[in-house]
């Protein structure tokens, strides 16, 4: 398909376990980005990347929560340790180039993970 | 620290009648705002944007207004559709870009037929 998608759309973990979140963004696609979603609540931005690049995590949690784009392409985020306030739909959303305030964000349907 | 509000999390309205849907910011540094669609099960859709430098920006049945002194910005709908139901989220990013959007909680609109 040519929009964001997102693997798995659902994801049950014990407390303590670690999870892989992953995001395939639109192809060709610069810039791509990753928000939490707590219920009831907007998306929270977390981190953003520049092709392979890490420019901003400020928006990170906690250290338990690492993301990666190695190849500029593909990213997956990572919950280590898991808790239960980590439950919430993450949201993976990517733009051609993230630079320029007319340049739209994209986002795919979200994994909604919940920590029992 | 909510900087971003949607007070309103519904909204009803009838078919063919106006819908607004309103949002509050308390971040003087935000230049660019965005309103963004979101069906059940989907990731939210970008709807229409405004600068920072503008009140009004129109794109069809959708039109956002900008208040820059009272800090709000609206969206309306019209004529509403059955299928603008939806929640709808505000956004503001500051600095010119949208690498850090501000997102409000979301508010739902139903429209009824």
Known sequence: GAGVSQSPRYKVAKRGQDVALRCDPISGHVSLFWYQQALGQGPEFLTYFQNEAQLDKSGLPSDRFFAERPEGSVSTLKIQRTQQEDSAVYLCASSSSGLGPTDTQYFGPGTRLTVL | ?113
């Open chain 2, 1 to 113: 620290d909510q900087q971003v509000k949607q007070n309103s999390p519904s909204l009803s309205v009838q078919e063919g009648r106006i819908s607004i849907l309103n949002c509050d910011y308390t971040n003087s540094m935000f230049d660019y705002f965005l309103w963004y669609k979101k069906y059940p099960a989907e990731g939210p859709t970008f709807l229409i944007s405004i600068s920072s430098i503008k009140d009004k920006n129109e794109d069809g049945r959708f039109t956002v207004f900008l208040n820059k002194s009272a800090k709000h910005l609206s969206l309306h709908i019209v004529p509403s559709q059955p299928g603008d139901s939806a929640v709808y989220f505000c956004a503001a990013s500051a600095g010119g870009g949208n690498n850090d959007m501000r997102f409000g909680a979301g508010t739902r609109l139903t429209v009824k037929p």
